[in-house]
């Protein structure tokens, strides 16, 4: 869970470090949702903290700001900006944290602001993270249920799902709250054609005569996690294919599990009131969320070159 930020610890803002408190922005600058943002984790190990993925999440947020058209100022590079997210963590004396890079507008943007000559503004929080749940901490974090959304996830050509958008984020707030209000932890989303695409923040997996299938990425979020967990799960030696699924597969998988940095991996015991396999953690989930939480916590060497020391 991340922690609200403290008065007088270091934010970055446009290329100064300066505190929470000082780092202001003017009320004109409201922009119907465009702007881009990432979330990236930092773990606590034993030498002090590794920061999970910081290269593929950089890239996502720089792609991201390309695809809206939102230029940064060229010295705000990938590498840049790596060295930012690393430094706020020292500054702020953070082990396990959570990281927000985001992208915004300053000022009216107007309905065609990659168009104008509007000053980009980039800006990152660093904000200590502490476990929601017992499990949490372990990487085990217990079953959820999920419900199906009345609400439909954004056609492609109407946001780009490559793009980790602020504006993209309205549907499934949508759709996690319709699901909170009707006793499920969150929705679950289908595309146009009725196939499931992904959670309000997370991408899903299913097991199936042990195999892992995933949705494309037609209109579900790139997600880092979801790339983490296929590449595990192939180290197992499983097959792993992307496939459009139907909700009624998931009644019927053997497990069911949502990806994201937040979340890590998390098994789903009931999807629409059905019970998922024998409706508690699966072995497939479990064996993967293992091997997740030793691979960030620097508990098996990573082979991958994942992690980044602080
Ligand atoms: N889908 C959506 C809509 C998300 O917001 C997220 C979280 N960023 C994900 C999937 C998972 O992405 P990642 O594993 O990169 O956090």
């Known amino acids: 869970m991340i ?6 610890h270091a934010v970055w803002l446009d290329g100064e470090f300066v505190p929470f408190s ?12 465009v702007g881009v943002f990432e979330g990236v984790r930092a773990y606590a190990n034993a030498e002090g903290a590794v920061v999970f993925r910081l290269r593929e999440h950089t890239e996502r947020l720089l792609r991201s700001a390309h695809i809206l058209r939102m230029g940064l100022p060229q010295r705000f590079d990938r590498d840049h900006l790596e ?19 985001f992208v915004f507008y300053s000022g009216i943007a107007g309905l065609a602001p990659g168009t104008r ?24 974090a217990p079953p959820m249920t999920l419900r199906t959304s009345s609400f439909v996830r954004q056609h492609p050509n109407s946001v780009l ?32 054609d009725g196939y499931v695409t992904e959670t309000s923040g997370a991408n899903v997996f299913v097991v199936a005569n042990g195999a892992l299938y995933t949705p494309p990425l037609t209109s579900a979020l790139a997600g880092i996690t979801r790339d983490s967990v296929i590449v595990l ?34 098994p789903v015991r009931s999807l629409d009131g059905r019970a998922i396999g024998s409706a508690a953690r699966g072995p497939v989930t ?13 508990r098996e060497v990573c082979r991958h070159g994942w992690l980044t020391s602080v």
């Open 233 to 266: 799960a192939a180290s197992f030696g499983m097959s792993v294919s992307e496939r459009r699924m139907t909700r009624d597969e998931l009644y019927i998988a053997d497990e069911v599990f949502i990806t994201g940095t937040a979340v890590e991996i998390r």
């Open 161 to 192: 799902a490559k793009a980790k958008a602020n504006g993209n984020y309205m549907n499934g707030i949508l759709a996690r709250e319709e699901a909170r209000e009707c006793g499920a932890d969150d929705a679950l989303l289908l595309d146009q």
């Open 117 to 140: 000559d509007l000053r980009v503004r980039v800006a990152v929080l660093a904000l200590e993270w502490t476990a929601e749940r017992a499990g949490d901490a372990e990487g085990i």
């Open 3 to 8: 922690s609200e930020p403290r008065p007088d």
């Open 22 to 33: 000082a780092a202001t922005m003017q009320i004109s600058d409201h922009h119907y949702g």
């Open 286 to 298: 479990e064996r993967l969320q293992r091997a997740y939480a030793d691979h960030v916590r620097g």
């Open 83 to 101: 060295r930012v997210q690393l430094e706020l963590l020292r500054r702020n004396r953070l082990r396990d944290a959570y990281l927000r890079p």
